[in-house]
């Protein structure tokens, strides 16, 4: 890294979390009772563990109660529906992967869809990919959860001014092109939906190819369509240089994006737990966020007062009834 | 024009100037004395009597006294040293062109520096061109003046968010890609000039060729160079898709820049009384301003109260000594 100073600016999860977390604490206090996460460890991987002791301090932190339940894999089933039907638990989390295969999905959508801070249940997802706002149509009371990681996306992407509020809303990202390198079905692909829902175009690259997610050139689709791209003529190679926004989640500490390939003033950000890019990005990123964890856990509090308040929306309409 | 519905927004530059115009409105209302502009018109244009009675009633709307003196070509040197000299002038605008040739230039510099609220005089324009932004260093108390387009130009950018503020101040364009068509010495190219200096890449295009202004890639510049682009690779046909921003300027009825080189999502703004734009560019902009006229004439009343408070700080700087 040669030593000229940045012309941008690096941004740290930290401050563009601090207002969420501020609203959340609000939030809290507000409560007649201390909501309760709780976290179900059933594997033995230590790095889960750490994450899961994270989690914890965070919820506790902030005004939350956190416990941590570790189990045999074999029993998390039953630790789960003990949990869902648990009155003094508010929201669930599972430290993945447990069995590392389908019967993960499974267990995942075990979790009671009320109890679902990470917003992992197919119904968010589905609510996430047809641009759904709210639970409860045509009343519109209980607004939908958001998957953490693709929400914390959104909010640092307005935090970075991406999000044009001047734009109609809906169409905020109009004119933006943004490369996302992954497309798993937790972050990835919702991420490119959402972001396209919003009017961007998403180049959405893995391992395998690239594809694009657009509502059209002139955003006269409700929402995203997808298009596989011809392999002769689009890679990350060929994309990146035009993009507006580049963001990496590649879980490997060996992979690096090309710094080359990045153009003078994008913004940059990298999802990944493991440091996609090398530290000379920042000579060439307008705005550059290495790491989004902070502004990922801020959401799934946030989520978590967004189902209390749901629950206390049917709660009011049972009583009348 | 097609009837589907525009995925971006038209702005007017009413909405723009309007903060401008109210703390304009309040900085009068401070001062002890109504401020005094003089339009001097001599030449029989329609069009610059039309545009002379528009600035009266704008000035007077907004508290400030405007007095139009017609007077023979001839004559003007005279009225301009007149205008100058009287103490109760504050500001001054001459309609040109006058004479249509170099006179006017002279003409042009002859109003004093202390008087120019169109912020036409080459110390303004050093300033601009070399990123200077006060009249008195060291102590930096008098801010210089712009001139009016540019700097009206730089409002706009600022309200719709092409100026980021989240990056550092100085290069909160860096990464935005520019089109200027129009390189005249009074706006097109202290514009380039201007945005280059805040971080831009600048294509500034006139009828022979296109130039580019930047501080370099990296931003390590701190203020822009030009470079001739070559014309067999560049032209505003090839530079026009890649840019974020198209600003046009030719004074032409019939002169329209073709919607087609437009890229969906693009902000575009036009400064000509002309219409480069057909309609059909509402379908393909993301944001579009027709025409900056009301933002000009808030920066040049602004441009007034800026001179009056310069000359305030001389005033009690002669009192102590």
């Known amino acids: 890294m040669s030593d000229s100073k940045p012309a941008g600016r690096t941004v740290l999860a930290s401050t563009i979390a601090k207002p969420y977390i501020d609203e959340i604490e609000h939030g809290v206090r507000e409560l007649t009772f201390t909501p309760t996460v709780v976290g179900l460890l059933a594997n033995d991987d230590p790095a889960a563990k750490m994450y ?31 949990a869902n039907h648990d009155p003094d638990v508010h929201g669930i989390m599972v430290y993945f992967p447990v069995f590392g295969d389908n019967q993960d999905q499974y267990l995942q959508q075990l979790i009671s869809p009320q109890k679902d801070v990470e917003g992992l249940n197919f119904l968010y997802y589905h609510n996430l990919y047809h641009n759904v706002r709210f639970l409860d149509p045509p009343h519109n009371e209980q607004k939908s959860i958001l998957p953490c990681t693709p929400l914390a996306m959104v909010k640092i992407l307005e935090y970075l001014g991406v999000y044009n509020k001047i734009l ?31 009017g961007a175009t998403v180049y959405s690259a893995d391992v395998n190819d690239i594809q694009q997610f657009t509502r059209g050139d002139d955003l006269s ?101």
Chains 1, 2 share one sequence.
């Open 168 to 198: 109609p809303y809906g169409n905020r990202l109009f004119g933006k092109k943004v490369l996302i390198v992954n497309r798993s079905e937790i972050v990835g692909r919702p991420l490119a939906a959402l972001l396209a829902n919003d």
């Open 52 to 82: 899961a002791t994270w989690t914890g301090k965070t919820c506790e932190a902030h005004g939350f109660r956190y416990q941590l339940r570790t189990c045999d894999k074999n029993d998390l089933e039953a630790a789960l529906v003990t």
């Open 221 to 321: 689709h409700t929402r995203h369509k997808v298009v596989e791209l011809d392999p002769e003529e689009y890679s990350v190679a060929t994309v990146a240089p035009r993009c507006d926004v580049i963001i990496t989640g590649v879980p490997s500490e060996n992979y690096k994006f090309p710094t080359d390939l990045v153009s003078y003033g994008t913004t940059v950000i990298n999802f990944s737990s493991a440091k996609n890019f090398d530290d000379d990005i920042k000579l060439r990123a307008g705005l550059y966020v290495p790491s989004i964890g902070k502004v990922t856990i801020a959401m799934l509090l946030r989520n978590l007062l967004r189902l209390i308040d749901n629950q206390a929306i049917r709660d009011r309409k049972a009583d009348k009834t």
